[in-house]
């Protein structure tokens, strides 16, 4: 690049490492190496070596499973889950902070002045606190001992379900938003090091100021991170399947969105006026768009409906949800409660990105019109059977909030906490049906013709 600069480099020190949770055989935790393979180098080869480190972390497979461990038997397991929460993430956490922190990016008065040797010494320390956190979750949910999923309902906070949920939320922090970030901290130290060379280049001074606030933005998205992390650890298993299903809602605004470009389409009125073509009544592309509107329409309310049901039954407020989950549930049974609104997520994306697909097809082949209508119509149908046996799960495996109420009056309780919400979704589904199954029908009727 023809404005860099030479960046310094400069010998390494800990200085964080000794507040860490103590490390003992159960953990590798090779500091010495760190140091070796950071000497020398400058901020962006830290941070490209930091990036390089992280790429295959917690990729290894797990360890074989026994049906009768105790707590006492995952003992050091238990202990490693409080230095998570008290050390190594609020240490990842504030140095994450004091990264932004090195590179001066926190006065917006005037142009930042990076102090690349503390940059230097604190992505060691960093790295060092990472390579805990990757080895304290790994020895957690990837070593032996572990729980057989189906034979670990008193195992709390050693639970298969718990274990592998924290595991991924830490992988993908680590992996992805983390290492985003030192990409963009990389594109700064580039910036800056363009507009400090040419002060008065207009361009550089605004790029330089673009990636600042992108890392900016990370770092504060990353810390939010971590602190739900924190939080979540010592939470029951209903909070933890609360935040799984918080996200399939909030997964759910893309597929309306495109439900909304969908429902504004232009169609001209000669083509609504088409006879159906003789081999198939979707090859005309008017009659597909009109159609595709059509559903588009009543498919709004129905996934606004889905998305409310996922968001109550995530919220956190009990005055608003009168019962918990039965505590004692294994792994199996949490996972099948978790995947639920996984798979309702995933169909309507299914459905919907066909519908798209059937009504952008300009010249579709007859075989790809049926396989558009084969894809919509297998997606809804496997869609509202997944529903409605996670509704089911849900009233199964849910317990009163007050002990002193009867099983019977807990499932009054929850028929009439979705009574409301359900009656309006079975109506929505009635009416996608009408919308949906007599152009189907029509249309094998013509095929039968032929």
């Known amino acids: 690049m023809a404005c860099s600069k030479r960046r310094p480099r400069r010998e390494i020190t800990s200085q964080s490492s000794s507040s860490l949770v103590t490390l003992d055989k159960h953990i590798e935790h090779p500091t010495d190496q760190w140091r070796l393979c950071l000497t020398g180098l400058d901020a962006i080869e830290a941070l490209e070596f930091l990036m390089e480190t992280l790429q295959d972390a917690l990729d290894q497979k797990s360890g074989q499973s026994k049906t009768n461990l105790t707590l006492d038997d995952l003992g050091p397991k238990i202990e490693y889950w409080d230095g998570m929460t008290t050390s190594i993430l609020p240490r990842i956490k504030e140095q994450t902070n004091s990264l932004s922190l090195s590179l001066d990016l926190h006065d917006s008065t005037r142009h930042p002045n990076p102090n690349f040797e503390s940059t230097i010494d604190l992505l060691f320390n960093l790295n060092i606190t990472l390579d805990a956190a990757i080895a304290v979750i790994g020895y957690i949910a990837l070593q032996s001992p572990l729980p057989a999923e189906t034979h670990d309902h008193n195992l709390g906070p050693c639970k298969q379900f718990r274990c592998s949920y924290l595991l991924q939320r830490i992988k993908a922090l680590v992996k992805r938003d983390l290492c985003t970030l030192y990409r963009a901290s990389i594109q700064f130290i580039r910036a800056w090091e363009c507009s400090s060379n040419d002060p008065d280049d207009s361009e550089y001074q605004a790029n330089t100021i673009n990636e600042k606030n992108e890392v900016l933005k990370l770092t504060a998205h990353s810390r939010h991170l971590i602190d739900k ?212 029908t029509n249309r094998q009727s013509i095929e039968h013709q032929q």
């Open 229 to 440: 992390i924190i939080d979540l650890i010592p939470k029951s298993d209903l909070r933890f399947l609360q935040a799984t299903w918080l996200m399939e809602a909030e997964a759910l605004g893309p597929v309306l969105e495109i439900l909304t470009n969908l429902t504004n389409l232009t169609i001209p009125k000669s083509k609504l006026e088409l006879e159906p073509p003789d081999y198939y009544y979707y090859a005309d592309v008017g009659k597909r768009r009109a159609r595709a509107v059509v559903i588009a329409r009543s498919t709004i309310t129905l996934i606004k409906l889905t998305r409310t049901l996922l968001k109550r039954a995530s919220t956190a407020e009990t005055n608003k949800m009168p019962f918990s989950l039965d505590a004692k549930l294994n792994s199996k049974r949490l996972e099948q409660l978790r995947l639920g609104p996984t798979s309702i997520a995933q169909l309507l994306g299914v459905f919907v990105r066909a519908l798209e697909e059937s009504a952008l097809d300009e010249n579709p082949r007859p075989n790809t019109v049926n396989s558009y209508e084969n894809v919509i119509r297998i997606a809804f149908n496997e869609f509202t059977k997944d529903l409605d046996s996670f509704l089911h799960d849900l009233d199964r495996f849910s317990i009163p909030l007050t002990p002193s109420i009867s099983n019977s009056q807990s499932e009054t309780e929850f028929i009439a906490w979705t009574r409301v919400l359900e009656d309006m979704w079975r109506k929505a589904i009635h009416l996608h049906l009408d919308v949906i199954l007599p152009e189907i």
